[in-house]
Every structure is written in C-alpha cells, then in structure tokens.
C-alpha cells in the first residue's frame, strides 16, 4: 500500500501537469457561482480561499528578488477581483433571501466590530479609503510611471546590450535573454498600469455593493419581512458589513501586494534581507533612538512602559550589532597578521624572457591599474579573454592569448595597443566614469559630462558619472563602461589586423584540427601541393578582406582542386572566394537579404584590364595619375553619399579586374568591400545604387 507521503507527491505533481486544465475549470466555476446561487457553507470555504490566496500574494510580493518571477501578477489581480466580486454577488444574493450568509460573514459582522453595525461601517469606511485613497493611487502612478519610464530606455537599454555584445562580454544567446527581459519588463508594467485599475474599480464596485445590500435589506426586511426598522437594520446592516469586511481584507492585502511589487527597486534580495541590512544594520543608530525612546517616557503623563519596554529592545539591538561588527573586525584583523609576508627579494629573471615580443599587448598608464583588479566590476582580464574568444569563433582563426601590463611612461588615463612590439592605437579612459555617445546628436552640454571623442570609431562623446546614467539613456545615449570602450576598440583593431595575427603555427595548428575530422583532404595538399607557408598566404588575403575563415574545410579543398594547376596566391585566392560565394554574399548582404552595389563602366573595367602588369607580387594596374586620382575621388565620394543615406555599398566588378580594383582603393577605402560576380549567388537580390565611370570626381 503507498504511503501517504507518496500519494501527496502524485497528486501534486499531477496538478501541476495539469495546471493548465484546472485553471480553466477554475475560471468556468468563478463565471458560475455569479449565475447558480450557492449554500453558506460552500460561501465559508470560498471566502477562505480567498483570503488565503490574497496573503500568498502579499507574501509572495515580500519574497521574489524582481518584479518578473511575478509576471503573472496582472492576470491574478484580474482573476482575483473577479473571484472577489463573484462572492461578493453570492453573498448578497443570500443576504437579501435568506438574511443569512454563513458563519464567517456572522462572524466578522458580531465578533470584529462587536455586533455594532455603526462601527462596523466606520471601520469598513476607513479601510475602503485607505485602500482607495493611499494604496490603489499610490500603486496605480508608480506603474503609470514605471511604464513609461521603461519603454523610453528600452532604446538605450538595447543598445547597451548591443555594445556587451560587441565587446565579447555576453554571448548571442545571453544577448537575446537579456534583450527579452527588457520586452518583458516593458509589458510587465504596461500590464500593472491597467491592472491598477481593476483595483480602484473593485473598491468602487465594494462600497455600491454595500450601500445596495443595506438598501435592499431595508426593503426586504420590511415590506417583506415584516421586520421594524430597528429589526432590519441590525440584521442586513450587520451582514452586508460583515460581507463588506471580509471582501476588503483580501482586497486591501492584493493592493498592497500590488503597490509593493511596483515599488521593489533591488534586484539580489528580498524585501525583508534589504530591510534588515539597510534600516537596522547601524548600530548607532538604534543606539539614539533609544535614547530618545526612554527620555520620552519620562516626559509626564506619557506611559513610562511602553517607551522603556522599545527603549530596552533597540538598545539591545544595538548592543548585539556593535558586538558583532567588534567580532568581525577582530576575525579579519587575526587573518591579516596569519598571512604571510612577501619575499621582497626579486627572482632571477632569464634574459631570454626579455627579448620575446608578444604578438598583441595593451599598455595601460597607472591610473587605468584597477581595471584589472578582480575586486573592479567587470574584470577586465576576463572580458578580454571572453573577446578574443568570440573573435576566435568569428573569424574562423586562432587568436594568441593578450598580454596586458602597466607602463609609468604612458600618461594616467591612457592605454596603448601595440601589434609586434609597435603601437596601433591608442585611447583615453576614465575610470569611475561611464561613456555616453548619441547617435542623435544630444549637445554635451545637455549632459553635463566631460567632452571627449570615443576612441574606436573617433565619434563625439562624454565622460559622465553613473548618476547621469538612467538621464542620458532616456535621451537616446548609448553609455557603456570604461572596460567596455577598451574591448570594443581592442575587438575593431584585432579584425581589421586579423591577418597579420595568423602565422604559420596558428595556420599548422587550424589544419591539424582539420585533420582530425577530415584527414583526406590535408594528406592530399599538403605537403604534396602546398605548403603551411602557401596555404597561410591565401588565408591571410581572406581575412585582408574580412572573409571569415569558419569553413577553413571548404577553404582546403577548392586549393587541392586548383593548385596542381598554378601556385599564384592571388589566382588560389580568387578560387577559394568564387568557392564562398554564398558566405561572401550573405556577409555583405544588408537585412533582407539585398545586395546594395557600385558598378563600374564597362569602358573603364576595359581601361583597367588593358593597364594590368603582372609583378611577381601578383597584378596591378597601372593607370595614369590623374585617372587613378579620379577613380578614388569618384569612389570616395559615391560611398560617403551612400553610407549617409544608411547604405553600405560593394562595389561589383567582372573576375578579372576585383583583384587590381581592390588594391587601387584599398589605401584610402580599406573597408569598402570589392567583389566580383563570381562570388554573387542567385537567391541574393542585387540593387545597382551606383556607377563608377572614368570622369567620375
């Protein structure tokens, strides 16, 4: 035979798989008991039910960390003032027709106001306007602005969580979760904001109904009762009050729950931990208090008991908290002098170590030192490893660990990153500050910060403190942190240097895990076709191009179809990207899958073609000055027209000018993508914004 142990386990995991259904037949039965008259003592059990559920919100609302493991709240406030209301029906019903409504509404009528229907409707009357008056209002503007003030962030919020991105700190799918957290949070209030209004509605619909049963118990006492007024009076009026009470307990705990969900602003603990950390972990203070507690009790003619009654229990309280902070103190004191001293003495150094150059490094001045302290929010070291990791993943390479380290030459606030020893870039941070940029265009003097120029993209921006945070987010601001510009500026350097980053070890290492997976198509390239040193070359012109190196396969074997032929890196090239042309595309592709693209002058392709001189660094074409002068000019300026119309253009050329077309541009448009129509697959849609002709400039 189970245990009873185990039978309340299978009901109640069977309720919860049937939660769904049992809601539904719970909403059907609220419906009914407004139609379908019920006994008094099936109206006991169901306003007991109904006070336990009010004080498991009001609980609940006490115990959850953030308003969203309560996003239900809007839909139960509206199934619990509709189950509220459908009792209130019931129970009118069977105080006009019975003059009775069972023993909990008898009770709350005789016990609580002690049978007095005059004060019992002076209490009822006050808890309907506290109700009312303070909580409903309070907790109705609070959501009101809630709402409003978290839809106008969203923007701000988004953005900044499009800048984690960026900078390696989150993953996409930390990202979606975090942007859908934000939609939630905006509908959440959006809900409170209208929700709040079933409350006041129910605290209307309370007092007409009382004012109605007590009419109505008049009538019917006396015209069909037979009642006096007297008679009448006491018995409707004492339980419609009572009904009255035990329909705006419930409700007022629902409205306080709701008021406190609304106004929890911590997002880490409970409101009874914040409560007790935040209001009786100073010990000083519950010191004065009870100071000022026992010299009140000797004021004369106030009651010396209860003052020094409070007076003793603060006093304890600070007692035990001054005590315990003494203990802490100590404990830490003790682990302190434990700790071993540091051997001062400095190792021996092996000189070989000072003549290694890192591949990558940042140089920081010493003010920027703490940003690389575990105890700083953020951890930079860890953020910079999050970053090369998901750099890793994009371009389909191996990124050498980033060494980090202080340098006393460098000014306090600024930071270098050197490639090979030499510096590439370099910024300035401000640590305690946070970096506002506004694509809009908002004044700094409207924010009240420190000009600067944010420097990744050299695009207008201001130092503020974290207080001006929430202000400048509302204004359109993107505002990251310090170790946010530094990452993201790191990430943009390190992909546009990506190929001088990729030597011949980290290629060895790429193919052998190639190797693992498909070992036939490295036996046959390499080292019978190609080398580790050929192979580098042509991955180190993709990544010149911003073509990722994901399908680094595919890569292998379009050079084992092709190299038997020819050795040229610029011609494998070419292959491999006729090869990716569904990568290529869909790279450069805009939302929707459209290809927005510059096309050049068939006479000018000719003039190119006809101009190509084959060097034994492959081809390039050589044009008079004043043409080639004239064809940068052109493309320049089509691009700026185009990219400040929200474009971000290609240019498409035949397969046999891409290579030369590219080289002549890329020194002043090292980021304009060149592609030829090899590398176009069919089911991208191609839109000409743009053509490039010879008098162009």
């Not at 039910?49 to 509206?78: C, R, Y």
């Not at 170590?353 to 920027?368: A, P, Q, S, V």
């Not at 448009?669 to 000409?688: G, Y």
Request: proline residues 5%; contains cysteine; hydrophobic residues 45%.
């Amino acid at each position: 035979m189970p245990s009873p142990l185990t039978v309340s386990r299978g009901v109640i995991t069977s309720i919860f798989k049937n939660a769904d259904v049992i809601a539904a037949m719970a909403f059907v039965f609220i419906i009914a008991i407004i139609i379908i008259p019920i006994r008094p003592g099936m109206l006991d059990v169901m306003l007991v039910i109904n006070l336990t559920l009010a004080l498991i919100i009001v609980l609940m609302t006490l115990i959850v960390t953030e308003v969203l493991q309560l996003s239900t709240f809007p839909s139960v406030l509206l199934v619990a003032t509709l189950f509220r209301l459908s009792l209130n029906i019931s129970s009118t019903r069977l105080i006009l027709t019975e003059a009775r409504a069972g023993d909990v509404i008898n009770a709350f009528g005789e016990f609580v106001v002690g049978g007095n229907y005059v004060i019992g409707l002076v209490i009822f009357v006050i808890i309907t306007v506290v109700q009312f008056v303070v909580i409903t209002n309070g907790a109705g503007r609070i959501a009101e602005v809630a709402a409003r003030f978290t839809l106008d962030a969203m923007p701000g919020k988004q953005m900044s969580i499009d800048a984690d991105l960026n900078a390696g700190l989150i993953d996409e799918n930390e990202a979606r979760t975090r942007r859908s957290k934000i939609q939630r949070e905006a509908d959440f209030f959006g809900a409170m904001d209208g929700a709040s209004k079933f409350v006041r509605g129910d605290a209307i619909a309370g007092v007409i109904i009382v004012l109605i049963n007590i009419i109505g118990g008049l009538v019917v006492g006396m015209v069909m009762g037979g009642m006096n007024f007297e008679v009448a009076a006491r018995t409707y009026t004492l339980l419609t009050v009572g009904d009255g009470l035990v329909a705006t307990i419930p409700a007022l705990l629902v409205s306080t729950a709701a008021g406190m969900l609304v106004t929890r602003t911590t997002g880490d603990k409970s409101f009874g931990k914040d409560f007790s950390a935040q209001f009786l972990g100073v010990p000083k203070v519950l010191a004065i208090v009870a100071a000022i507690l026992l010299s009140m009790g000797l004021i004369p003619d106030l009651p010396f008991l209860p003052f020094l009654v409070m007076s003793l229990a603060c006093g304890s309280g600070a007692f035990l908290l001054m005590r315990e902070e003494q203990k802490t103190g100590l404990k830490q004191l003790e682990a302190a002098e434990q700790e071993p001293e540091e051997d001062v003495a400095a190792p021996e150094e092996d000189i070989r170590n000072l003549m290694k150059t890192d591949l990558m490094e940042i140089e920081i001045g010493y003010n920027l030192v703490s940003l690389t302290e575990k105890t700083e929010e953020g951890e930079l070291l860890q953020r910079i490893t999050s970053a090369r990791r998901r750099l890793s993943t994009e371009l389909g390479m191996i990124i050498r660990a980033i060494r980090i380290r202080d340098n006393l030459q460098l000014p306090p606030n600024t930071y270098l990153i050197k490639l090979k020893g030499n510096e590439i870039a370099r910024g300035d941070l401000r640590p305690g500050y946070l970096l506002a940029l506004n694509p809009e265009g908002v004044p700094p003097e409207e924010l009240g910060g420190i000009p600067t120029m944010e420097p990744t993209f050299n695009l207008p921006a201001v130092w503020i403190s974290p207080a001006q945070k929430d202000e400048a987010e509302l204004k359109g601001c993107t505002v990251v942190d310090v170790a946010t510009v530094l990452i993201t500026h790191l990430t943009e350097i390190t992909s546009s240097h990506a190929h001088e980053l990729l030597g011949r070890q980290e290629v060895k290492e790429m193919v052998d895990m190639v190797r693992e997976s498909r070992p036939t198509v490295v036996e046959e390239l390499i080292p019978e076709l190609m080398s580790v040193g050929d192979v580098q070359k042509i991955l180190q012109n993709l990544l010149r191009e911003n073509i990722p190196l994901q399908d680094l396969p595919s890569i292998l074997e379009t050079l084992a179809d092709h190299a038997a032929s020819t050795r040229a890196p610029d011609l494998l090239t070419e292959y491999v990207r006729q090869s990716m042309a569904r990568t290529i595309s869909a790279r450069f592709a805009a939302e929707g899958g459209k290809l927005s693209v510059i096309t050049i002058d068939p006479a000018l392709e000719k003039h190119i073609a006809s101009s190509l001189q084959e060097t034994m660094h492959g081809s390039f074409p050589v044009l008079e000055p004043e043409v080639s002068q004239r064809i940068v000019q052109g493309i320049s300026s089509m691009v700026e027209k185009l990219r400040n119309r929200g474009l971000s253009p290609v240019v498409l050329t035949s397969p046999r000018i891409r290579l030369p077309f590219r080289r002549l541009v890329e020194r002043f448009l090292p980021d304009l993508p060149v592609i030829s129509l090899n590398e176009v697959v069919p089911q991208v849609a191609v839109e000409a914004v743009g053509v490039l002709k010879e008098n162009e400039g």
